[in-house]
């Protein structure tokens, strides 16, 4: 009897230890994401900074060849881009709470309020506020740009992916949200501070989506464990 209540006692504690939330490192993320944006939204003015139009003339103002590259590139912060992450997720993690919650989330907080946060904010697209823009192709060349919702997309599915994949990948996938982020200044779409403020917002979603679906330990990639993490049930 005493085995059968030990064999049970091992059990449950392998099942209650096969999710884990990282608060610190999460928190912290989140925290640090929460200060930049405020600083960024701060100096997001409406007419820009002229570092901020100068530093957008370098990179939009930069040859044309490789434009249709980093279209391409742009695609992985699209809307387009959650259902496919979140089935890449399924992929990685064999459990459905991963990728629905990125699912939700990405498509709530990491697209949808982001599009309404510009509406509230108002700061317009270059093409309103400066002369002479080299547009990409698709580029819309008015309405509100702050922050940018590709780069907060590109972000969050950044985050949430990278406990589940090799360090050299993990770096990798953080590189394409950085170029999708550099492309969406490149094409036109927004100067800089608009793509600083939607990375930001999008590392606070990403950690938010993985605070709320716990990492499966069982597929983590021991390097994206910590030893600060709380245990939670599956």
């Known amino acids: 009897m005493g085995n059968v209540a030990s064999d049970a006692m091992t059990d449950r504690n392998e099942t209650d230890t096969g999710w884990v939330r990282r608060w610190r490192l999460e928190s912290l993320r ?17 007419p820009p900074a002229a570092w901020e139009v100068s530093l957008f003339r ?11 590259v980093l279209w391409l590139i742009a695609q992985a912060g699209s809307v387009l ?16 709470r991963p990728p629905v919650t990125l699912l939700a989330g990405g498509l ?28 990409g192709y698709g580029i819309p060349m008015s309405g509100p740009g ?31 949200a950085a170029l999708v982020a550099f492309s969406r200044v490149y094409m036109g779409a927004h100067i800089p ?12 979603v990403g950690s938010a989506v993985n605070l709320a679906s716990g990492i499966r330990m069982a597929r983590a990639r021991p390097g994206a464990l910590t030893k600060d993490h709380d245990a939670s049930k599956s």
């Not at 501070?193 to 606070?204: K, P």
Request: proline share 4%.
């Open 108 to 135: 709530a907080f990491g697209w949808l309020a982001t599009r309404i946060f510009r509406e509230t904010f108002g700061r317009a697209r270059p093409g309103e506020l400066l002369t002479n823009v080299n547009f």
């Open 81 to 96: 881009a959650i259902p496919v992450a979140a089935a890449i997720l399924y992929f990685l993690v064999r459990h459905w």
């Open 193 to 204: 501070l608009d793509v600083v403020g939607g990375a930001a917002y999008g590392l606070i």
């Open 58 to 68: 370098t990179i939009n103002d930069l040859t044309s060849w490789w434009g249709w």
């Open 30 to 46: 989140i925290a640090l994401s929460l200060i930049a944006l405020v600083i960024t939204t701060v100096l997001a003015t409406d």
């Open 146 to 176: 702050y922050p940018s919702g590709h780069t907060a997309v590109a972000f969050v599915i950044a985050v949430v992916l990278s406990p589940y994949v090799p360090r050299l990948l993990r770096l990798a996938l953080y590189a394409l």
